[in-house]
């Protein structure tokens, strides 16, 4: 189970995405880009906020976790205000700033561990 996010400061550039996705409706049978396609497809919406340097999606755990560093920290605020409270697939987005350091350790993770079964 990934820490508790702490909240972003200021001089944050990292943003987590919550409830992007259903893990658990996930079928990487009938879909197997879907991955790939929910980071297309959230690169290209955060690029309107700023200059994205990666995105990582999380497929564990069950609230659809994605993060996003951006080049600067007033990207990722105003991206950050622009999507939190959006509804995207039926869902509403969570987004927080949060410290890059918590990020650089949960990409790692994320990128590393296989998507459940």
């Avoid at 409706?25 to 290209?44: A, C, G, Q």
């Avoid at 690029?47 to 755990?61: I, Q, S």
């Avoid at 950050?80 to 993770?109: H, P, S, T, Y």
Wanted: charged share 25%; hydrophobic share 35%; glycine share 6%.
């Amino acid at each position: 189970v990934p820490p508790t996010p702490k909240p972003g400061t200021a001089v944050s550039r990292t943003l987590l995405l919550q409830n992007m996705f259903s893990p658990t409706s996930v079928d990487l049978k009938k879909d197997p880009r879907f991955y790939d396609e929910i980071r297309e497809d959230t690169n290209e919406e955060c690029a309107k906020f700023g200059k994205v340097l990666h995105v990582t999606v999380d497929p564990r755990g069950s609230t659809g976790l994605i993060y996003v560093l951006y080049e600067t920290p007033q990207q990722r605020m105003s991206a950050e205000m622009a999507l939190n409270g959006r509804w995207f697939e039926g869902k509403k987005i969570v987004a927080l700033g949060i410290d890059d350091a918590i990020w650089q350790a949960l990409a790692a993770q994320a990128q590393t561990t296989p998507p459940p079964a």
